[in-house]
């Protein structure tokens, strides 16, 4: 019996055989382990619905991305139990009182979950499966430096738990991704694609902020199936180019665009909980100025740069690297600096336009997990790197994103000039005359391959492009 998960007609259909492939690679990577012990089983727990404050009204449901990547399921409250010596898995189904049937629908039995989710058995309980060892995930996600949230259930106390093994191996497993994953995060970008390119249509001068993001939300939802976003959006015109994450409740989308502003916008659509994550730069206006084509032709010569080089083996630190010193090298063609490049990389001038880092791992989280686990290159000390979310050596089937950037934020403007290490880089008109412009940020997602690199986003990129597009207006 074929299953799998579609938002219907013109959407993807996700095999549910995606997510057995994804436990039996688990269950391989444990047995791995030395330190295994007989009849381990593995239990995830599932996110909850969570409720708005006090009130009855939740927010709309996204799964916990751990316990997505080894079921599938889309509903809240289920747990999951995988043997890792025999892979056989069971799902946990909540018990809902008779009231649902009332208000939420249907309250469907043991087959319909064991159909559509494609697992061994539902509803048995643990002794059953003869477990003497609970593996729990608990870790950090070095990412956000926030913890896993580890599963708890009745009857708990019945067995041995082991809340160390299991984090560093799932991890492991979620940064390299499979086939099938990879075609959902192709999906998930071509349907932001096209939803970035509907934006660059319909932008004009007049237009609010967020105007532009209910495009791009209407089109990746009405033509593409994607309820949620992967992140909050960045709308960011003119000045606000240069807040790296704009869009926050306390600056919410809600400038005017003006003739003459830069856009930069970076929104990412999600399909069934697999990410996206695309950055567009453009004038409001549709043409750009060569004070604009300068700044933009300098990111992306840097994003290009990067793109050319990626190859298993190479160090993520020195990509990053390398598109610091092209943007500086354009940036001093464009007449904003002067003196040696290799000597404004040793200051590191570089972090003064680019404070974030080149890229990071993307998968079921847009920030995913497995930057700096153990055995791995430590986090760089040094501004910019530092704020790499990943320092390692690529491997095939990561998949990353590319975004290299040049801002004009006045604080850090100010920093550089008060600094001789630095200032003597700066033509300092030139900078003035900068202030305010905002930002450029060239974003695509890109998957390792073992040759190179494969690009998933399929956006126009050169000005000669982005101006012919927006020539076309909805």
């Given at each position: ?6 938002q ?18 688990l ?10 012990q ?12 969570i ?8 927010y ?17 409250d ?11 898995s ?8 008779e ?8 309250i ?9 989710y ?26 956000s ?9 009745e ?7 082991d ?82 994450h704009?869009?926050?409740a ?12 830069m ?11 697999f ?5 567009c ?16 032709n ?16 190479v ?15 354009h ?33 079921l ?7 700096y ?7 760089p ?26 801002y004009f ?5 100010d ?24 930002g450029?940020?060239?974003e ?6 073992e ?7 399929e ?8 101006e ?7």
């Open positions: 019996m074929s299953r799998y998960f579609s219907g007609e013109g959407t993807m259909q996700v095999p549910m055989d995606l997510f057995a492939v994804n436990r039996d690679r269950c391989k990577s444990l047995r791995q382990l030395p330190k295994l007989k009849n381990s089983v593995v239990v995830l727990q599932g996110g909850q619905g409720p708005r404050y006090c009130t009855d009204v939740e709309v449901f996204r799964q916990e991305s751990f316990f997505h990547w080894a079921f599938g399921v889309i509903e809240p289920f747990f999951g139990a995988i043997e890792v010596e025999s892979g056989t069971h799902l946990f189904i909540p018990k809902y009182p009231a649902y049937a009332v208000w939420m629908g249907k469907f039995n043991c087959d319909h979950y064991k159909q559509k494609g697992v061994d058995h539902m509803a048995v309980i643990l002794e059953n499966a003869k477990a003497e060892i609970v593996l729990t995930v608990k870790g950090m996600n070095t990412d430096n926030l913890w896993t949230r580890e599963a708890v259930f009857g708990m106390s019945k067995f041995k738990i809340n160390e093994l299991l984090h560093p191996v799932i991890v492991e497993c979620r940064v390299i991704k499979t086939s099938m994953e990879l075609d959902v995060l192709r999906y998930a970008n071509k349907v932001s694609s096209a939803a970035h390119i509907a934006v660059m249509k319909a932008v004009r001068p007049g237009m609010k902020e967020y105007q532009c993001e209910s495009v791009f939300l209407h089109h990746s939802y009405f033509h593409g199936g994607c309820r949620h976003v992967s992140y909050t959006c960045i709308c960011g015109s003119g000045e606000n180019g240069s807040v790296l704009y869009g926050h306390g600056a919410p989308n809600d400038k005017l665009i003006r003739d003459g502003d856009c930069l916008f970076d929104m990412g659509a999600e399909y069934y909980c990410a996206s994550d695309i950055t730069s453009f004038p409001a206006n549709g043409k750009f100025t060569d004070r604009q084509k300068g700044i933009y300098a990111v992306l010569e840097a994003s290009r740069a990067v793109i050319a080089h990626i190859k298993p083996g160090s993520w630190i020195d990509m990053h690297l390398l598109a610091n010193r092209v943007m500086l090298k940036l001093k063609e464009h007449g904003l600096l002067q003196g040696d490049v290799d000597d404004m990389m040793k200051a590191n001038l570089a972090a003064t336009f680019q404070p974030h880092g080149l890229g990071h791992f993307m998968g989280d847009v920030h995913d997990v497995g930057g686990l153990e055995g791995h290159p430590a986090r000390e040094k501004a910019g790197l530092k704020s790499l979310r990943t320092a390692r050596v690529l491997q095939p089937g990561m998949v990353l994103t590319v975004e290299p950037g040049c934020i006045d604080r850090l403007l920093q550089a000039l008060e600094d001789p290490e630095l200032s003597k880089f700066l033509i300092k008109e030139a900078v003035a005359e900068h202030r305010g412009f905002g450029v940020r060239i695509d997602d890109i998957v390792v391959t040759t190179g690199v494969e690009v998933m986003t956006v126009p990129r050169s000005t000669e492009e982005i012919a597009t927006m020539s076309v207006k909805c």
